[in-house]
């Protein structure tokens, strides 16, 4: 059975094609062109109309040289049709696992945040522990909220809830105690405890710190994970996600690695998804675990499912001042401070490490936020170029919230990708209270700077770090076009640093493809796998300031529909 997409418009991962068709046989793309000429009676830049007419199908038909009986239609009704978005770096069964526990990541303000912890307690007298997150630190004084308000609502059970970041937890008294966290608990060497004036501990964690309470928590179970890799799945699909990279695949604060889940839908069938697994490069070991990831790598070879990337997190946040920073953060009196953040990662190791990863093959995925975390990655991968040479292995940079601008065209010198979080790249809360005035007015006009990153021939790739932010690509595709988030109050941030649609569409395709090896998708051309999505409208005929009002009404993985009727 054929199937014919029309009467819509085409991007192919590059470029935009109005009216053009795509005829898929045996899950991959066979054809993709326009249609025959419009007749005399209906112009060449007329809209499509709400269904393809039966004289004109009948045309679309012959001109691909398709049979009526063995041709499925798919009516675009003048929608676009665009390869499956790949989500670079995302993390599924943390934001499964958060979606099935206490959820918070929907709301906004401390009391209703209180009153959902407190109904979830409520309708859950069975579970030991209070687990869940999503919180947002704007929403309390400093970003951090208390012990005191968790305890007046849950006092009898622990509670541990990881923020919106996931680089903090929120505890209450009896979390603390079961853990043996007191005012003379020092602070662990890659994070935080935050204290009262006494030293006494208040309720936020950040960091490292939050393994204090972490390692206390039940462990998850095999099919809790399979149950929210199987949720996330579905989730992802219908945003038209296709593919993503696991940004984790290891054991993290409190979760344990989700692999076993990953191999067992891999092995059944039931993984829909193409997926990249990051190893987790352990940050309180060394070179030493080198031959444990390769047969790591080894082991986990599956149509769907691969291993091919080591994940090393380079530093924290700046919202906490854990991001590794060249200056030292302000205060919030103007004033300079003496903590320029973390590097959890020696730096001088750091080249090590990345050298010896690229030598066995690995492709190298950091995390950096601030500016001296990125260029001691972009350090790293210069040192691999020079130790083993060129390579095909794709090596990328997320988050890259701050970069200093002699560090821009690096990027495309080193053959690095920058993997973006676009949806950050707004004023919000979290930006204007938390950010801005610890960065100061030199270092906040280096954020996310996608616009000089295109310009400087870097090769852009996109992520969503879901469950930190929505994993919806068009949500952030509008931020990267607009440098506001829809129907938002504030003005653009940085506006000269926004893409056109085409390269926010491209990174999220092609580009994330790419960095994902996965190199038979990602474009719609003859003979790529015709992993898809189907938008309700076609955003390069609306104002940009609408991109994300589409919304994704069908996702394919190889021809087969896996979201949509």
């Given at each position: 059975?054929?199937?014919?997409?029309?009467?819509?418009?085409?991007?192919?991962?590059?470029?935009?094609?109005?009216?053009?068709?795509?005829?898929?046989?045996?899950?991959?793309?066979?054809?993709?062109?326009?249609?025959?000429?419009?007749?005399?009676?209906?112009?060449?830049?007329?809209?499509?109309?709400?269904?393809?007419?039966?004289?004109?199908?009948?045309?679309?038909?012959?001109?691909?040289?398709?049979?009526?009986?063995?041709?499925?239609?798919?009516?675009?009704?003048?929608?676009?049709?665009?390869?499956?978005?790949?989500?670079?770096?995302?993390?599924?069964?943390?934001?499964?696992?958060?979606?099935?526990?206490?959820?918070?990541?929907?709301?906004?303000?401390?009391?209703?945040?209180?009153?959902?912890?407190?109904?979830?307690?409520?309708?859950?007298?069975?579970?030991?522990?209070?687990?869940?997150?999503?919180?947002?630190?704007?929403?309390?004084?400093?970003?951090?909220?208390?012990?005191?308000?968790?305890?007046?609502?849950?006092?009898?059970?622990?509670?541990?809830?990881?923020?919106?970041?996931?680089?903090?937890?929120?505890?209450?008294?009896?979390?603390l105690e079961l853990a043996g966290i007191d005012a003379r608990t020092p602070d662990p060497a890659d994070g935080r405890i935050e204290r009262d004036p006494d030293g006494n501990p208040t309720g936020t964690l950040h960091e490292g710190a939050m393994?204090?309470?972490?390692?206390?928590?039940?462990?998850?179970?095999?099919?809790?994970?399979?149950?929210?890799?199987?949720?996330?799945?579905?989730?992802?699909?219908?945003?038209?996600?296709?593919?993503?990279?696991?940004?984790?695949?290891?054991?993290?604060?409190?979760?344990?690695?989700?692999?076993?889940?990953?191999?067992?839908?891999?092995?059944?069938?039931?993984?829909?998804?193409?997926?990249?697994?990051?190893?987790?490069?352990?940050?309180?070991?060394?070179?030493?675990?080198?031959?444990?990831?390769?047969?790591?790598?080894?082991?986990?070879?599956?149509?769907?499912?691969?291993?091919?990337?080591?994940?090393?997190?380079?530093?924290?946040?700046?919202?906490?001042?854990?991001?590794?920073?060249?200056?030292?953060?302000?205060?919030?009196?103007?004033?300079?401070?003496?903590?320029?953040?973390?590097?959890?990662?020696?730096?001088?190791?750091?080249?090590?490490?990345?050298?010896?990863?690229?030598?066995?093959?690995?492709?190298?995925?950091?995390?950096?936020?601030?500016?001296?975390?990125?260029?001691?990655?972009?350090?790293?991968?210069?040192?691999?170029?020079?130790?083993?040479?060129?390579?095909?292995?794709?090596?990328?940079?997320?988050?890259?919230?701050?970069?200093?601008?002699?560090?821009?065209?690096?990027?495309?010198?080193?053959?690095?990708?920058?993997?973006?979080?676009?949806?950050?790249?707004?004023?919000?809360?979290?930006?204007?209270?938390?950010?801005?005035?610890?960065?100061?007015?030199?270092?906040?006009?280096?954020?996310?700077?996608?616009?000089?990153?295109?310009?400087?021939?870097?090769?852009?790739?996109?992520?969503?770090?879901?469950?930190?932010?929505?994993?919806?690509?068009?949500?952030?595709?509008?931020?990267?076009?607009?440098?506001?988030?829809?129907?938002?109050?504030?003005?653009?941030?940085?506006?000269?640093?926004?893409?056109?649609?085409?390269?926010?569409?491209?990174?999220?395709?092609?580009?994330?493809?790419?960095?994902?090896?996965?190199?038979?998708?990602?474009?719609?051309?003859?003979?790529?796998?015709?992993?898809?999505?189907?938008?309700?409208?076609?955003?390069?005929?609306?104002?940009?300031?609408?991109?994300?009002?589409?919304?994704?009404?069908?996702?394919?993985?190889?021809?087969?529909?896996?979201?949509?009727?």
């Open positions: 059975m054929d199937t014919l997409f029309t009467n819509g418009s085409l991007f192919d991962g590059h470029t935009h094609h109005p009216g053009w068709s795509v005829v898929v046989r045996s899950g991959r793309i066979i054809k993709a062109g326009p249609g025959p000429a419009p007749s005399p009676t209906r112009g060449a830049n007329s809209a499509p109309s709400p269904r393809p007419r039966a004289d004109r199908l009948s045309s679309l038909l012959d001109h691909f040289g398709l049979r009526a009986a063995q041709t499925e239609v798919i009516d675009l009704a003048g929608g676009l049709l665009l390869p499956g978005f790949v989500d670079a770096h995302v993390h599924p069964v943390q934001g499964g696992l958060e979606r099935a526990r206490c959820d918070l990541s929907p709301l906004s303000g401390r009391e209703s945040t209180l009153a959902a912890i407190s109904a979830y307690a409520a309708a859950h007298p069975e579970v030991g522990w209070i687990l869940g997150g999503g919180w947002h630190q704007p929403d309390y004084p400093g970003g951090a909220p208390l012990a005191a308000d968790l305890d007046a609502i849950v006092g009898d059970r622990p509670v541990f809830l990881a923020n919106a970041d996931h680089h903090g937890a929120w505890v209450n008294s009896r979390a393994d204090l309470v972490g390692h206390h928590v039940p462990p998850t179970t095999h099919d809790e994970q399979v149950a929210a890799l199987l949720g996330a799945q579905a989730y992802l699909h219908s945003f038209g996600i296709t593919g993503w990279q696991d940004a984790i695949f290891g054991d993290y604060a409190n979760l344990d690695d989700s692999t076993p889940a990953y191999v067992e839908l891999a092995r059944d069938g039931r993984l829909t998804a193409r997926v990249n697994g990051a190893l987790w490069w352990r940050r309180d070991l060394g070179a030493e675990q080198l031959p444990s990831l390769i047969d790591r790598r080894e082991a986990l070879q599956f149509p769907r499912l691969r291993a091919g990337s080591v994940k090393i997190m380079q530093d924290g946040v700046a919202e906490n001042f854990t991001a590794g920073m060249l200056d030292p953060y302000y205060d919030g009196c103007g004033c300079r401070t003496a903590n320029a953040g973390l590097s959890f990662v020696d730096p001088i190791a750091l080249r090590d490490h990345i050298s010896a990863l690229d030598s066995a093959g690995f492709q190298v995925h950091v995390h950096a936020i601030g500016d001296r975390a990125v260029r001691e990655a972009l350090d790293g991968f210069e040192a691999a170029l020079a130790s083993n040479g060129n390579n095909d292995l794709r090596h990328h940079i997320a988050h890259l919230q701050v970069i200093h601008p002699d560090d821009i065209a690096r990027f495309a010198k080193l053959g690095v990708a920058a993997n973006m979080q676009a949806l950050w790249a707004a004023h919000e809360p979290q930006m204007d209270e938390l950010t801005i005035p610890f960065l100061g007015p030199e270092r906040t006009r280096w954020q996310y700077p996608f616009g000089d990153l295109a310009g400087s021939g870097a090769r852009l790739v996109a992520g969503s770090d879901w469950p930190v932010s929505s994993p919806d690509p068009l949500a952030a595709v509008q931020v990267a076009v607009n440098r506001r988030h829809r129907d938002s109050e504030y003005e653009p941030f940085l506006p000269e640093q926004a893409l056109d649609l085409a390269t926010a569409l491209a990174a999220y395709t092609s580009g994330s493809a790419w960095v994902n090896h996965a190199d038979e998708t990602g474009r719609i051309a003859p003979g790529m796998l015709a992993d898809l999505a189907v938008l309700d409208r076609d955003p390069f005929a609306q104002p940009i300031e609408e991109i994300g009002e589409a919304r994704v009404v069908a996702t394919y993985v190889e021809g087969d529909r896996v979201y949509g009727e």
